[in-house]
């Protein structure tokens, strides 16, 4: 494809330069997927633009071209929300990698979105740190954080990329290029930037972004309590969390994901114990102490006699180690996997359980189990062998199954992960017509042309009607794939 | 007015065929709750029909468990607080109360001291539910507190004033009433002491459920407040800390009574007159100065950077706040008591922002129902 001359090659050419343009397929294919590898496709081109003002130029000729475009960062998100969408224009942001300002007197950074997330941590330490923290954090971009509104281990008690975003430079899909919110906080005006964070790379791109960091506890304590069943775990989470505290991170792991992490992690877990709950405390000195011991003491009460402290930050990491393993272990037990990521409320969480261990038993297949019991975001990991036929079919539909649990206990199809293109089929379950009407009329006030990732989240293609400017007919329209809405 | 000026749909149904019926006719409409904010915004042409949420009052479910409530719009907001107190619970906001609903408070997105440890209105809205002009009933987020399926439509909503939609029900995080509290006070006259010491206490973990500042009368005063079972020990350590940070240049004593000193805090976010300013902490100097010259006392969360400047009634009010505000430009200030005294309560926004702005309201209200006009950049 390289020199085909067409009038948006040349345009991408001239503003990032013949290096960073990719048009042969070799090198598109590296961009096929993200994390969720299971979906692949190739972009008719690839652009990694080095400044805000590339990327702008960039969005501004594909607005032009009428080529819808896709923002990625790291590519580890889970979802298939960067996926590259065929006969697009794939914008990787890595390149925007600086960053911009740190104001500890203010308790601001700003940053590139190809930031990574422990970057963020690095830059501001030892006195202040960024909380969300989702597993894949030394890869994962800002920018892919501010897409997908990321969490983690920690988001309970300190909230999501949401809670910390201040303020956005943004690139709206027809070139336009605006700040929302700010350095400060509370601007007056509709919160569009709490409209902006989390919509998956389908309003626009960020390109700066201003951040709210937060110092370091004064201590942290951990323990993990081990226990015969993933039931007796979760009252103690309940026990925990009716006492009034608000731990740092509560996780929980059953036995499966037990196993598969000590045979990656040797950190000394018990195989064979039913679950294990890692409680982390973090604040105050003497606020932590006082309830790490009502802590312990539930544990024991909820009938676990295996209660480990962590004695130094060398077992802390380790626990957080064999945690953190969870997913990466699963490939020594199953060739394959689906990670899911419903949410339920935290009290039906003992019965949810139940209900996947039912539903792993009528489908024959394993389901692991690893969560963030604070606040009921399950990853139930649906373990298969993709080369035994039909068990990757029937392991998304027991992976849709699970979902349906979840939003039968009143809880959400996903906590963390977003839901790209993987979780569309699953939204009009979760949302009727009218609130799936309520989402298009955001996403067509930020992208009337429906130019920016087009195909995810919603769960058909829809288009806007009333489109400013001349008309033009979108291609989805013109292959009679779907109607103005 | 005539009879048709005061709507108060009793369900939800009735809210969507009234709305529907109301954008039909052309109407313009302007949801109310209680009318303790009814100045904020600015006024509402003459002709305009108030669709009230009284009818809308139900606490609909209290998860203890879960730590979760859904409530109705028309709910009264102190009402809610007891009914969740009962469970040793609270929804994490304090604003001042002067009766006020559950929906005016997600409208309007007012809030207290708790913001700095809570977060504002826009982080306890885990779910929202909105009666647009067509009459679509449409429901965003959920019940759990996380979640990250379909856009956030509960913090576009929260602060738009009634612009967008009637805010019908919300679904909010609730957190555990503090056992304790105990407050450290620190007393200056001195504002660039005052601002040291806010900068050397934000930046320690203090984990305090409030950091505030309060300015009259030439007399500045820091207050950081703690929570939980050692709330009293751990402000008298944040007393030792406060008095070593400053060099002992401020007094400093600790309140374990401490209601009275926020209820003080809360009253200096009322007045005739009150300008909002969204700062940085850094600032505070600056923003004494400009609310000295009109005679305004200063309320500041002061590690966030939010202050709220009360100015006294008289003759020339308009001018003191209109001074004021020039001063602290290019900072984004907004008129909130007195929003019928001024000009235009709101700032000025870019003209990006103002064009995205015309374009959600487009979108969600394209019969121009909802009090057109009234919003930021007369939009």
């Excluded at chain 1, 894949?136 to 990329?161: D, L, P, R, W």
Aim: glycine residues 12%; hydrophobic residues 45%; negative net charge.
């Amino acid at each position: 494809m390289e020199g085909d001359g067409t009038a948006l090659t040349d345009r991408l050419r001239a503003v990032v330069g013949p290096r960073w343009l990719l048009v042969d397929e070799h090198d598109l294919r590296t961009y096929e997927s993200d994390g969720l590898l299971q979906y692949h496709v190739v972009p008719k081109l690839a652009v990694l633009p080095a400044s805000a003002d590339e990327v702008r130029a960039c969005v501004a000729a594909c607005a032009e071209a009428g080529v819808p475009w896709v923002a990625r960062g790291a590519g580890s998100g889970l979802s298939g929300g960067a996926l590259p969408v065929d006969d697009g224009v794939l914008i990787v942001l890595s390149r925007l990698n600086r960053i911009l300002e740190i104001d500890l007197d203010n308790g601001r950074v700003c940053v590139e979105p190809g930031v990574t997330n422990a970057a963020v941590s690095a830059a501001v330490a030892p006195d202040f740190f960024y909380p969300p923290d989702p597993s894949s954090q030394v890869v994962c971009t800002i920018g892919g954080n501010v897409a997908e509104n990321s969490g983690g281990a920690h988001c309970f008690k300190y909230g999501f990329t949401t809670n910390y975003v201040t303020g956005l430079e943004v690139v709206l899909p027809d070139g336009e290029v605006l700040t929302i919110g700010g350095k400060e906080l509370d601007t007056p005006g509709y919160d569009l930037l709490g409209a902006f964070v989390g919509s998956e790379g389908t309003l626009g791109v960020a390109t700066k972004i201003w951040l709210r960091v937060v110092p370091v506890p004064e201590t942290t304590r951990t323990l993990v309590a081990f226990f015969d069943s993933t039931r007796q775990a979760g009252e103690a989470v309940s026990a925990i969390v009716q006492a009034g505290i608000v731990p740092g991170a509560i996780e929980m792991m059953d036995a499966t994901t037990i196993r598969a992490t000590e045979e990656m992690a040797h950190a000394g877990y018990p195989v064979g114990r039913g679950a294990a709950l890692l409680v982390e405390l973090d604040g105050a000195e003497a606020e932590c102490d006082a309830q790490f011991t009502q802590v312990m003491a539930i544990c024991v009460d909820e009938g676990s006699d295996d209660v480990r402290v962590s004695r130094d930050e060398a077992e802390r990491q380790l626990f957080w180690k064999t945690r953190k393993a969870a997913f990466p272990a699963m490939g020594r037990i199953s060739p394959n996997y689906f990670v899911q990521d419903g949410v339920v409320p935290r009290t039906t969480l003992p019965d949810v359980l139940v209900r996947i261990d039912d539903l792993a038993a009528e489908y024959g297949l394993t389901v692991a189990n690893v969560f963030h019991a604070g606040d009921g975001n399950l990853h139930p990991l649906v373990c298969y062998d993709a080369a035994v036929e039909g068990q990757a079919a029937l392991a998304e539909e027991l992976a849709g199954r699970i979902l349906d649990a979840c939003l039968e206990a009143g809880g959400s199809i996903t906590g963390e992960h977003g839901v790209g293109v993987d979780k569309r089929k699953h939204m009009a379950k979760m949302f009727a017509e009218d609130d799936l009407a309520a989402f298009q009329r955001l996403r067509c006030a930020f992208d009337p042309a429906g130019m920016a990732n087009p195909g995810k989240v919603m769960p058909t293609p829809r288009l806007c009607g009333e489109v400013p400017g001349p008309y033009r007919q979108h291609p989805l329209e013109a292959a009679g794939l779907a109607e103005r809405f | 007015m005539n009879t048709t000026s005061v709507v108060r749909p009793g369900s939800l149904d009735e809210a969507a065929s009234a709305l529907r019926g109301l954008s039909n006719a052309g109407a313009r409409v302007r949801p109310a709750g209680a009318g303790s904010r009814a100045a904020w915004g600015g006024p509402d042409p003459a002709d305009t029909v108030t669709v009230e949420t009284s009818g809308l009052a139900e606490i609909v479910a209290h998860n203890p468990g879960d730590f979760t409530a859904v409530v109705q719009a028309g709910v009264p907001f102190a009402a809610l607080q007891r009914h969740l107190a009962r469970e040793g619970q609270w929804l994490a906001l304090d604003p001042p109360d002067l009766g006020g609903t559950v929906g005016g408070l997600v409208a309007t997105a007012d809030s207290g001291p708790a913001r700095h440890r809570y977060g504002g209105v826009r982080d306890l809205v885990i779910g929202i539910t909105v009666v647009l002009s067509d009459g679509s009933v449409a429901r965003s987020g959920g019940t759990v507190i996380k979640n990250v399926a379909g856009y956030d439509l509960g913090k576009l909503f929260a602060g738009s004033y009634g612009t967008l939609g009637l805010i019908a029900q919300v679904a909010l995080r609730l957190h555990p009433l503090p056992a304790r509290t105990a407050t450290v006070v620190g007393t200056t006259g001195d504002p660039r002491r005052l601002a040291g010491a806010v900068a050397a206490m934000s930046r320690r973990p203090l984990e305090a459920t409030a950091l505030d500042v309060a300015w009259r009368d030439d007399t500045g005063r820091l207050l950081v407040r703690f929570g939980g079972m050692t709330a009293p020990a751990r402000a008298g350590d944040a007393a030792t800390l406060l008095t070593e940070l400053t060099g002992a240049t401020l007094d400093v004593a600790v309140a374990l009574d401490d209601e009275p000193l926020w209820a003080t805090q809360l009253a200096g976010q009322r007045g005739p007159a009150v300008v909002k300013v969204s700062a940085l902490p850094t600032d505070l100097p600056a923003v004494v100065a400009a609310a000295g010259a009109g005679g305004a006392s200063v309320v500041s969360r002061a590690a966030l950077g939010v202050s709220w400047l009360s100015f006294p009634d008289g003759p020339d009010l308009a001018e003191r706040v209109a001074a004021a505000r020039a001063a602290l430009a290019p900072h984004a200030t907004v008129v909130l008591d007195g929003a019928d005294r001024v000009a235009d309560p709101w700032p000025v926004p870019s003209a990006g922002v103002r064009e995205l702005t015309r374009r959600v309201k487009a979108r969600f209200d394209p019969t121009g129902t909802f009090r057109p006009g009234t919003y930021v950049g007369g939009i």
